[in-house]
């Protein structure tokens, strides 16, 4: 069984979501726990995550230092991040799989996702990132041509486009390496969003790309049999917040559509996740949205919110 | 014929040597151009790089950010270059290759070096890096544990070790996507540096790792026909500064050590290129040092120095 893992925050990052260099050790070290025992158990894993707090980070360092240094466009960022998280994931599972007596090699793919050039979240940059400014602090960045919103209290926070990932640009690299036998990690924070221009030639954009949705698009690339995201709660919850809350279990496609049209699935969080799962589910596929400890049950159908087409 | 090709700071910075974001976007469309030409002239390529004003860079954003976010480890800086080189990389190739009508594919691989734990360099720190900073600041910085000397008018700067590359640890699944026919990039930077613990477990350290060095490793490893350095020059030069000086053409290793070991070559510059062919000549290699735009006439044994076993 070939499986795409998408890693959420809570898998490299302390349980407060912060992001210091040995919160993210300590969590991708546990996290490699868990894909050591799918492997050895015989799944062939790839593995793609989230790279939010870790480019917040970067963010800053980049507005603080602007006076010394020359600032890197966000998608740079987010590159950056493939590299920091990749050699951290490949020490820890290479450790793993050894204690394991698994002889599986591990490879990192910095990892390109396209986008369109006219795609309409660019119009309408919608998704936050980063730290809260004043108002006048977010007046210099305006001035430089980012958006950012007054957000009430807590101060002014950049948006930027998050467009539709179109094609994972690396993905036959991955799948090559996948098919040699080596657990392979791709298509990090969703991949570093490019566009291409008429003449042919590849750009970085200033986007963020939907770690889920891209991993979606890279279940089918990599003719994987299904996708599980791994999130900080055991499955999908209906009816969140109410009496009436329950957690999802198996689900059809269409069910599953027609609760997220409904509203059920919080927009910046369980929605993208629920989204990227029914698109998994149209492919032909199975998608499953479950906590990290809980992958393995929810493989053997146990645990979980599981999608079929 | 399957060539490594390492690419100096010409390739990836202005010609004065800074590294903003279009400096390295334009530098690194221009190298793609050659080696595109290789590549469609049936050459298997394998691509590896320099990083050390990006490095700087983000060293300098580690230091005026360190307030407000947690500094991260030397080693990480190098894994973000691999991701910012690598996006750059692999989108100025395919476009260069597609404009070309070559449908080769591209990779870039987050790539791990083993250095031993009990290298002498760790003891014996002695490789510049970053910025100078007085006095007064780099006391700061040695009582966070770092090793700053004193470089006179120009202040102080910081020193860590670079320890002999031992294992590039990512270079079999270079190998496998070389072997399926992709243009690959890794061991960038020579490598992040990486240390094996008695218990199995895999650590990155804070160090630098000669690329050149590395680059010699990698040519072995991924059983390439040569390797060809890249860098500013045409050719390494004996009686450097002298009336007598003359560009190196065709030489033996024995002839090429001898003029090293009498010091004919500088020892941060040079030195380690010349070192890095000695080393590719006793594997039963060719080794060439040339300039990025003389590769094809050198791979043709027309220019540069080329060191044969």
Known sequence: ??????????????PDGTARPD????????????????????????????????????????????????????????????????VLVLDALDAALARRGVGKRTAALVSRTLVDRDD???????????????????????QHGQVWQDRGERGWRRV?????????????????LVDAGYVVVCAGGGGVPVVRHDDGSLYGVEAVIDKDLTAALLTEALDADGLVIATDVDAAVVGWGSAAARPLGEVSAAELRA???????????????????????????????????????????????????
Request: aromatic share 2%.
């Open 160 to 176: 930027v486009a998050s467009p539709e990932p179109r094609q994972c640009l690396d993905a036959a690299a991955a799948r090559t």
């Open 259 to 309: 609760l997220a049209d409904s509203g059920e699935f919080a927009e910046g969080s369980m929605g993208p996740k629920v989204e990227a799962a029914c698109r998994v589910a149209a492919s032909g596929r199975w998608a499953a949205i479950t906590s990290l400890d809980q992958i393995a049950a929810a493989l053997a159908g146990r645990v979980g919110t599981r999608v079929a087409s």
């Open 120 to 142: 309409p979240h660019f119009a309408a940059p919608s998704k936050p990132i980063g730290r809260y400014l004043t108002a006048e602090e977010a007046r210099v960045m305006i």
């Open 23 to 86: 919160d993210q050790q300590r969590a991708i070290t546990a996290a490699m726990e868990t894909v050591a025992d799918l492997v050895a158990a015989g799944t062939e894993v790839v593995l793609t995550h989230g790279n939010g707090p870790q480019v917040g980070n970067l963010l800053v360092k980049n507005e603080l230092a602007a006076g010394v240094v020359p600032p890197v466009p966000l998608d740079w960022c987010g590159a950056q991040t493939q590299g920091t998280i990749g």
């Open 1 to 14: 069984m070939r499986v795409v893992i998408a890693l959420g925050g809570n898998a490299m990052t302390a």
